[in-house]
């Protein structure tokens, strides 16, 4: 199996897709602007407790403040807090972390009123985005993970992954970290640092720890609370760190600047690989290019057909989600309904896999199969959604189908769930009902760029439209676009987009910027 990646970088949000055998298997976007994500470190104070929850609100700058329980204050909480005193009490110096001394350990029967006071200041990392009415989930217990390592403050234990299977490996790789980790801290061996040379996992654990220690700087240098102390790497090099494997192709990105930072961390972690990540420089926007935009129209939405003709409902609660299996109007199994349904619901399961991965859909999830009597075929069934789903990063538990034929999964949510909307809001009625003539759509481009050219003075720019309009303007040697540029000038450059609507345009400088040209009176 081979994957690609492909980063559209858009001036007000970026999105990255990760394709398997040319297959939108995930696919996340996010706002530029966007400024929570898990992996935030902040300096912060506790804003209120909770005694009947056990638990404390922390205002980290989120409109809602962040939910905090006693259970994830952490094992080390004391050291923790007894440190942070030492650091912000010396304003010259830095205390060393080597000097720090472990406390008690924190009692998991304890109660948060006789740990945490209003007003104190504490660490704390985001390990929950904001999802719905709910404020960000927060922990003490403060990581920072790399490719090979997760550096983890005030652990002094090393764990190896229990994937890694082989004994003398796992006690190669404690060996190795014991001799080279710095006192008081711990490390968490990942499955991808098997094989890895002592080098290699040295570097990592150099760059983690500065991580650390641009942490505590900026925890020693606050003053107004609260203070983000480490920002998690952006959405692409955080999904690449977690994502990145031999089977990698390309990485293909349409911005300069991300495919910088891209290519170092590629760089640093895989050298011999550093080539597989190329700059795109095509006409057309990247994902219509790669195949992305069809794919992300036909699945996404409540509806998504797979294999002749079946289809799933998938409806999303503030509980949990549901999906529904329907075998719609395909040809009936020559070998009876039996088979039939057998032959739905593994396509299904094929299917579903995939859309839990690229919605991100986390929580409870119930599946509703056609109903099948044979005992072997649900099993079938069965292993088909488990093997289907090992190649899910979230953590998930998958049960097998009960008497009612629902099979019911659980999985790991860490962010809202992804909603793209397919549905295309007429953008020139904008909901009232009635357009002008589409006859009438060429004549107000021309309106536009003469407003652009002759009042705006601006003489190069590139116009987007939907590939059918695209084609239009293109046809024939003297094409309406040759027209154009020999009236308004040469500047003119017409980019065919499936990601708009039939009558939808957009303007944009050589340098990707949108002007906007719309008004009321295109649609009267």
């Given amino acids: 199996m081979t994957c690609e990646v492909i980063v559209d970088v858009q001036p007000k949000k970026i999105a990255i897709a990760l394709t398997e055998d040319k297959r939108l298997v995930e696919y996340q976007e996010e706002e530029q602007s966007a400024s929570f994500n898990v992996g935030n470190i902040y300096f912060a104070k506790v804003r209120k407790l909770m005694p009947g929850l056990n638990a404390c609100f922390v205002n980290v700058g989120h409109e809602r403040d962040a939910f905090l329980h006693y259970l994830d204050l952490g094992p080390q909480f004391h050291s923790f807090a007894k440190y942070l005193k030492q650091v912000s009490s010396d304003k010259k110096n830095i205390f060393p972390m080597q000097k720090a001394s ?40 403060i990581t920072f993970p790399g490719r090979y390592l997760v550096l983890v403050p005030f652990a002094d234990k090393v764990n190896v992954s229990s994937k890694i299977k082989s004994s003398a ?49 900026r925890v020693h240098a606050a003053k107004d609370l609260p203070t983000l102390c480490y920002e998690e790497t952006n959405r692409t090099v955080a999904l690449l760190r977690d994502l990145f494997n031999p089977t990698y192709e390309n990485i293909f990105i349409n911005d ?3 495919y910088d930072e891209v290519k170092d961390y590629v760089r640093l972690i895989a050298p011999e690989m550093q080539e597989i990540v190329k700059l795109y420089k095509g006409k057309l926007p990247i994902f219509d290019n790669f195949d992305v935009t069809r794919q992300i129209k036909t699945s996404f939405g409540k509806t998504v057909s797979y294999k002749h003709g079946a289809y799933l409902i998938i409806e999303h609660t503030e509980a949990l989600h549901v999906v529904d299996v329907n075998s719609g109007n395909r040809a009936k199994n020559p070998d009876g309904q039996e088979a039939n349904a057998l032959e739905v619901n593994l396509g299904a399961a094929d299917e579903l896999a995939r859309q839990l991965r690229l919605r991100d859909m986390g929580g409870i999830i119930v599946v509703d199969f056609i109903d099948m009597n044979v ?39 860490v962010r809202p769930v ?3 909307h397919v549905d295309e809001t007429c953008p020139t009625c904008m909901g009232k009902g009635t357009i002008k003539s ?27 439209v939907h590939p059918y309009v695209a084609a239009y303007i293109n046809q024939g040697l003297v094409s309406l676009k040759f027209r154009w540029q020999m009236k308004y000038g040469f500047g003119i450059r017409v980019i065919p987009n499936q990601r708009l609507a039939f009558l939808q345009y957009e303007f944009y400088t050589p340098k990707g910027e949108e002007i906007d040209m719309k008004s009321e009176d295109d649609m009267r």
């Fill in 102 to 141: 472990f406390q008690q350990e924190l009692p998991k029967e304890g109660s948060v009123q006789n740990v945490l006071q209003l007003g104190q200041e504490i660490l704390v990392q985001i390990v929950k985005e904001p999802i719905s009415t709910k404020g960000p989930r927060l922990t003490c217990e």
């Fill in 169 to 217: 490996e796992r006690a190669r790789l404690k060996q190795i970290i014991q001799s080279i980790k710095p006192k008081n801290f711990g490390v968490i061996v990942r499955t991808v640092a098997e094989g890895k040379k002592v080098q290699e996992l040295d570097q990592e654990l150099m760059i983690l720890l500065k991580r650390w220690e641009d942490a505590i700087a």
């Fill in 256 to 258: 300069p600047k991300v």
């Fill in 375 to 413: 005992a072997e075929d649900r099993q079938k069934l069965y292993e088909r959604m488990v093997e289907n789903m090992k190649r899910d990063r979230a953590r998930h538990n998958i049960l097998p189908l009960s008497k009612f034929g629902l099979m019911q999964i659980t999985r790991q949510r």
């Fill in 418 to 420: 992804t909603e793209v």
């Fill in 438 to 464: 589409s006859f009438l759509f060429t004549d107000l481009i021309e309106q536009k760029i003469d407003q652009l050219v002759n009042q705006l003075q601006i003489r190069s720019f590139v116009l987007h």
